[in-house]
Nanobody
Framework: QVQLVESGGGLVEAGDSLRLSCAASGRTFSRYAMGWFRQAPGKERELVTAITWSSNSKYYADSVKGRFTISRDNAKNTVYLQMNSLKREDTAVYYC???????????????????WGPGTQVTVSS
């Protein structure tokens, strides 16, 4: 079992940067892949970025590629999302999630994520 809590969200201007953190507690020794999802009003939740336990593989949605960076510090049980050059369309509730899956590429499938944080709001204004 693992509990996740996001932090770092807020209101920023377009072009600004934010760094989200996701702190894990509980049975944190498990080798979970981690992902960041977001959901804007009226839209489905989407996978923004994901990272394997060893950080040997990462995924970025096309909409954030080149602007967002996912990283993790397993010693601190924390995963980060550095968001640069923020746009209005990045406005959403951002969730971190953990996946216990181990098959090839399984962390790319949203259905494989078993644990979720409560979310943190990111609002980007012009």
């Amino acid at each position: 079992q693992v509990q996740l809590v996001e932090s770092g969200g807020g209101l920023v201007e377009a072009g600004d940067s934010l760094r989200l953190s996701c702190a894990a507690s509980g049975r944190t020794f498990s080798r979970y892949a981690m992902g960041w999802f977001r959901q804007a009003p009226g839209k489905e939740r989407e996978l923004v970025t994901a990272i394997t336990w060893s950080s040997n593989s990462k995924y970025y949605a096309d909409s954030v590629k080149g602007r967002f960076t996912i990283s993790r510090d397993n010693a601190k049980n924390t995963v980060y999302l550095q968001m640069n050059s923020l746009k209005r369309e990045d406005t959403a509730v951002y969730y971190c999630a953990a996946s216990p899956c181990s098959s090839y590429g399984c962390y790319l499938r949203p259905g494989e994520y078993a644990y979720w944080g409560p979310g943190t709001q990111v609002t980007v204004s012009s």
